[in-house]
């Protein structure tokens, strides 16, 4: 259970280049299929009488950038993203929460140094933690209560 008192769904995604020769066709069909896997997950979601969070990933996975998370959750209002600091190896955090903080309810927080992730404790790596936090300040987190 979260500190807000509820419960919550995280809906990982799998590899977007899986390479070989189907890599292509691969790649345009994962975000679609990630969507029709939100269209399922969400009333189950509601059911419970939780919330589905859609976790940011690194690397090859589908949503490394908050682009590819916008492109999963635009269509449902009630989704949320959990930002997990470590996995974006891709993109400047600033981006990621000028495009997507609005979303965010709930956080993953540790340090790294930005080429993998590491899970260090805050300050051991390359984040700007005061930076980071004042961009959550200001992100209109949407918290439960």
């Excluded at 690194?58 to 470590?86: H, K």
């Excluded at 979303?103 to 930076?131: A, C, F, N, Q």
């Amino acid at each position: 259970m979260s500190d807000t008192g509820q419960d919550g769904i995280s809906a990982p995604s799998g590899p977007i280049t899986p390479g070989g020769a189907a890599s292509s066709l691969f790649m345009f069909s994962m975000p679609i299929k990630a969507k029709e896997s939100i269209d399922k997950l969400l009333p189950a979601a509601k059911e419970i009488g939780t919330q589905l969070c859609i976790e940011n990933l690194p690397r090859i996975y589908l949503g490394r950038t908050s682009s590819e998370i916008w492109f999963l959750i635009q269509d449902y209002p009630e989704v949320i993203v959990c930002f997990d600091s470590n996995h974006l190896l891709i993109e400047d955090h600033n981006l990621f929460f000028q495009n997507v903080g609005h979303r965010i309810g709930t956080i993953h927080t540790s340090d790294y140094y930005k080429v993998d992730e590491r899970h260090w404790m805050p300050g051991l790596g390359v984040i700007d933690w005061p930076l980071f936090l004042l961009n959550l300040s200001i992100s209109d987190m949407k918290v439960s209560s």
